[in-house]
């Protein structure tokens, strides 16, 4: 089993839908979540931590499932802009090392 | 404040040369991390170093591959004879090391081997 795993999609959607992807996790000691999107051919950029209550950047909301291993994120009123990769980062304690997902690739349609 | 540094941007080898991949952190960070993507690939970690100290290098090939981060200066990932295979986009990334502090990537460095 992968430490990280990640729906590839694609996932096309409509401007305007709320699409939802989940990454889940494999080691109950990992400590730090993240969610970065990558454009292609270049290199990746934070999107926004997640925290263990939940957190909320405009259009854009993180969730962590602890018991269940995994995180999401919640793209509302999606645009054409948001077409990218997302990659699901995850930092076990003690170790230092960051495990990123393969990523989940969405499509904005106009 | 200047973020990761990476060059060249697009490096072309013949097989069998050495490449040389330079990444200048974030100011103030000290880990550095290196990073491997194939095409239509995710992110393969390589090797995880900070001032002078290799910490984790379980994925970098054991061959060919090496890496330094000195005390001044630029980190440098070395390949020696290059391969065909070997052609991928190389990212670096750098941290401060604190828990919850997130990786801050480079613009990468294209290797293409002919």
């Known amino acids: 089993r992968k430490e990280v795993e990640q729906d590839p999609g694609p996932f096309n959607v409509p401007e305007g839908a709320t699409v939802a992807f989940n990454c889940t996790y494999s080691?109950?000691?990992?400590?730090?979540f993240f969610w970065y999107r990558q454009d292609c051919r270049k290199e990746p950029k934070l999107l926004m931590s997640?925290?263990?209550s939940g957190n909320e950047d405009g259009r854009f909301t993180a969730q962590l499932n602890r018991a269940s291993q995994y995180i999401s994120l919640l793209i509302r009123d999606s645009k054409l802009s948001d077409s990218a990769t997302y990659l699901c980062?995850?930092?076990?304690?003690?170790?230092?090392?960051?495990?990123f997902g393969t990523g989940t690739r969405l499509k904005v349609l106009a | 404040n200047a973020g990761v540094m990476q060059n060249p941007r697009h490096l072309v080898r013949r097989r069998g040369q050495e490449a040389r991949l330079r990444c200048s952190p974030v100011?103030?960070?000290?880990?550095v991390y290196w990073y491997r993507q194939l095409p239509e690939e995710g992110l393969k970690f390589m090797v995880y170093l900070q001032k002078e100290n290799i910490i984790d290098e379980s994925g970098m090939p054991k061959e060919r591959f090496s890496a330094e981060f000195p005390k001044e200066g630029p980190s440098i990932l070395r390949i020696q004879q290059v391969v065909r295979g070997d052609s991928a986009a190389y990212f670096c990334?750098?941290?401060?090391?604190?828990?919850?502090?997130?990786?801050?990537f480079g613009n990468g460095t294209r290797l293409t081997v002919t």
């Open positions: 080691n109950s000691a990992s400590q730090s």
């Open positions: 990334a750098s941290s401060p090391g604190l828990i919850n502090s997130p990786l801050h």
């Open positions: 100011k103030g960070h000290s880990h």
């Open positions: 997640v925290y263990s």
């Open positions: 980062v995850v930092s076990t304690s003690g170790t230092y090392k960051y495990i």
